[in-house]
């Protein structure tokens, strides 16, 4: 009996441990008996029912191994779950009894809000329906205006007179006269002082020409003698960036070439990859008549040797660019032929009998329909011409105009809506008065005065009645400036300049054309 329990004692110790473990449990249980029987010296049993059902408890105990981990993990996810589940819940509870945070209204100023998209989309929609509104009353009431042929009339007075074009064709000669005078700068013929003096002439012909045969030739329109003094206020401006330009050449040193090269400013197209292969020149090799004639045509007034360039032309955009343009032409037409007329002709009484209240219920009246054609204007010129040139000569620099309607400031706005100009004005007349040791308030009211002058240079002269109105408009864009900036700032301060814009010099401009209706109709009415 000892022997066997000796021998039984440590084969049931193994047996229990090798069935507690999870994996190959049969094959222990069978290595631990050979292992018995070999070391007692004995064959091991033949029973195989024995073995059988040795095997089925090796198989139940690896199965309920498995069993047992498989309840453990699960344990043990429910364990780490359960804190979640809690968190979860105490969230919800404090949810039920709390519904309230602290916030301000969204159109507060003091949330930080700012997507309007919807309260914008809803402006537009009544803009459109108060105009439709107005659109069909003014059908009703003078049926349509709108004559094509009334159009040709506003430029020729005979049909076979043409002063305007002949006047445009004229100011080849102070083209050639710039660029003549230049040459001679280059080469030494004459002398600094001597092509400053050839420069201020031409340059002062180029202003009192043109408006001399305005006011003399009585066959030019009114809308001939704008189209053709804007036309020679641009070249005054161009002209004379092309004159500063080239005389900064030479001050750098670069006088001393003694002969014209090819300029390169003018595109030279290679057929290289498609696209053109433009090279730079330096001075005095861009005194040709091709480099001259380009910066005539580009959209811009400020005059570089080598101007920024694109690859190619693009023919859907600038198809695009020609459908707006004369799209937006034919609108701005309609609209002052069906808008603005009928209501200016109707405003000619309060004026003849000064009858204040309705004179100021008729400019507002007016101002609105001024406005929205001044917009038109706007996109039509600096966006769609503009663009169109620019992408004809493959003029690279397109910034035309900035987000002046954000302006909060009056100088914003006029640094901003007018980019050329306001280059133009930076460049060649504002900075130069800031090294002579002029202030910069000084500078700015001189800059205002110069854009008067040309304002009212462009309005009383084709009218031919001068009444300032243009020139004090812009006057008092100065202390205008001055209060916005001191007194308004933020959306104040933009609605400020959207009232000045709609009430201020659109009514000067339309003061000017009531005049000219009254001084021409007014004894019909």
Known sequence: MSERAEIRGPVTRRRRTTISGAGGGSASVKQANASKWHDGGAKPPQNPAKVKSVADVSEHASHNGKVD?????????????????????????????????????????????????????????????????????????????????????????????????????????????????????AVGTISETAGWILHIFNLTCLLIFPSFIVLTVTSMTPVGGVLSLGIYTVLFLKLYSYQDSNRWCREIGQAKAKRLTRSYSCPNVAQSNGSAVHLNVSYPGNLTHRDVYYFVFAPTLCYQLNFPRSSRIRKGFLIRRLFEMLFLMQLLVGLIQQ???????????????????????????????????????FYWFFHSSMNFVAELLQFGD???????????????????????????????????????????????????????????????????????????????QVPLAWFVSRYLNGNYGNAAVWISLIIGQPVAVLMYVHDYYVSHYGSTS
């Open 339 to 377: 808008w603005m007329v009928p209501t200016i002709q109707n405003s000619m009484k309060p004026f003849q009998e000064m009858d204040f209240s309705r004179m100021v219920e008729r400019l507002l009246k007016l101002a609105v329909p001024n406005h929205l054609i001044w917009l038109i204007f």
């Open 69 to 185: 981990r498989e309840v453990g993990v699960s344990g043990k996810q429910q364990r780490s779950n359960s804190p979640k589940k809690q968190r979860n819940a105490v969230e919800d509870i404090n949810n039920r009894l709390s519904c309230h945070v602290l916030q301000e209204s969204l159109l507060s100023s003091e949330s930080g809000y700012s997507n309007y998209r919807g309260i914008l989309n809803w402006c537009v929609v009544m803009l459109v329906l108060s105009n439709a509104r107005l659109f069909l009353e003014n059908i009703i009431k003078y049926g349509i205006l709108v004559d094509p042929i009334q159009v040709v009339s506003l430029f020729l007075k005979d049909p076979y007179s043409w002063p305007a074009a002949c006047l445009i064709i004229v100011s080849n000669v102070f083209i050639l006269a710039a660029l003549y005078t230049e040459r001679r700068l």
């Open 398 to 476: 397109r910034e035309f105009y900035k987000d002046w309607w954000n302006s909060e400031t009056v100088t914003y706005f006029w640094a901003n809506w007018n980019i050329p100009v306001h280059k133009w004005c930076l460049r060649h007349f504002y900075k130069p008065m800031l090294r002579r040791g002029i202030n910069k308030f000084l500078a700015q009211t001189a800059v205002f005065l110069v854009s008067a002058f040309f304002h009212e240079y462009l309005v009383s002269i084709p009218l031919k009645m001068f009444r300032l109105w243009a020139f004090m408009g812009m006057m008092a």
